[in-house]
């Protein structure tokens, strides 16, 4: 079965530290990947994707991924967070099947 | 705001009763997938919808099932609670089935005693 593994499971940074945050997934096949994003009390928002092409994706609020296909790895990138960035953050593939599979969550945590 | 609505907000409901749960699309959205999010995992795929057909399902007992109506709302039904379905319950819109992105709902928060 298709999974998805996100590395670090709960993470704590300073302000102004950079952030990389890993996913793996099994699939080989052809297939989209996403980076969502949840802050406290709030739902699921998208913050980038990568359907084609440039294998860097920039998002929103400054993160940018990049996929590695030879490695099956869509990381989450910052490099320089704000404590308004505390948050989980979900990366997720999808098939063509429409199915969308998420990883446990990363939980970030910037310390002012 | 993705524009895709959810209700209730919350919902308490004992073991062994019936609940259902409502998703508002977004105008023009003609597929809706819902999944489960357990407290501290991710979202679990439970099924699709598109234009009123189940398109897909994951590893969930029958017990699960859903509506989707042309107006581009869907509801999903769970009969027989048991504890273990106390979880945060997400609808998510996309524009078509397949490589199309998923616009998610506030959730609704089911506790089941």
């Known amino acids: 079965a298709q999974s998805v593994s996100q590395h670090n499971h709960h993470v704590i940074l300073s302000e102004a530290a950079s952030l990389e945050l890993g996913c793996n997934y099994s699939?080989?096949?052809?297939?989209?990947l996403f980076w969502y994003v949840q802050y406290p009390g709030q739902h699921l928002q998208l913050l980038l994707k990568?359907?084609?092409?440039?294998?860097l994706v920039k998002g929103i609020k400054g993160f940018e991924a990049e996929f590695i296909k030879s490695k099956f790895s869509f990381n989450l990138r910052k490099p320089s967070v704000q404590w308004s960035d505390t948050a989980e953050y979900f990366c997720a593939v999808k098939e063509n099947t429409g199915k969308l599979i998420f990883g446990q969550g990363t939980t970030l945590q910037v310390k002012p | 705001e993705t524009g895709v609505t959810q209700s209730p907000t919350h919902l308490i409901k004992t073991r062994g009763q019936q609940v259902t749960l409502r998703c508002s699309s977004q105008?023009?959205?003609?597929?809706v997938s819902w999944y489960q999010q357990a407290l501290g995992q991710g979202p679990q795929f439970i099924f699709q919808y598109y234009r009123e057909e189940e398109n897909g399902r994951g590893n969930f007992p029958p017990r699960f099932s859903g509506l989707q109506f042309p107006n581009y709302s869907s509801e999903l039904n769970v009969n027989a609670l048991e504890l273990d379905d106390s979880a945060l319950y997400l609808c998510?819109?996309?524009?078509?089935?397949?490589?199309?992105?998923?616009?998610f709902g506030p959730g609704t928060r089911l506790l089941v005693l």
């Open positions: 699939y080989g096949g052809t297939v989209n």
């Open positions: 990568y359907f084609s092409g440039d294998p």
């Open positions: 998510a819109s996309s524009l078509d089935a397949g490589w199309e992105t998923q616009y």
């Open positions: 105008s023009g959205h003609n597929t």
